[in-house]
């Protein structure tokens, strides 16, 4: 009952193997597919001496 064996040691060795690919592949369902970001990454700033603020900049316009 407690010895070694081949065969407890395959049948061990199968189970470790299932068990690592099953985290493997829940991990993989439960982060889904890569998103798109809703927005853009970054924001271009300048300040506004009206406000006395920064305000985003219009991206059509090109200031160099």
Not at 29 to 52: I, K, L, M
């Amino acid at each position: 009952m407690f010895g070694f064996s081949i065969t407890k040691l395959l049948v061990l060795v199968a189970v470790v193997a299932f068990v690592v690919i099953a985290f493997k592949v829940a991990g993989r369902r439960a982060q889904g597919a890569p998103r798109e970001p809703d927005g853009p990454e970054t924001f271009d700033t300048e300040y506004d001496r009206d406000t006395d603020s920064y305000v985003v900049r219009n991206r059509d316009r090109d200031d160099g």
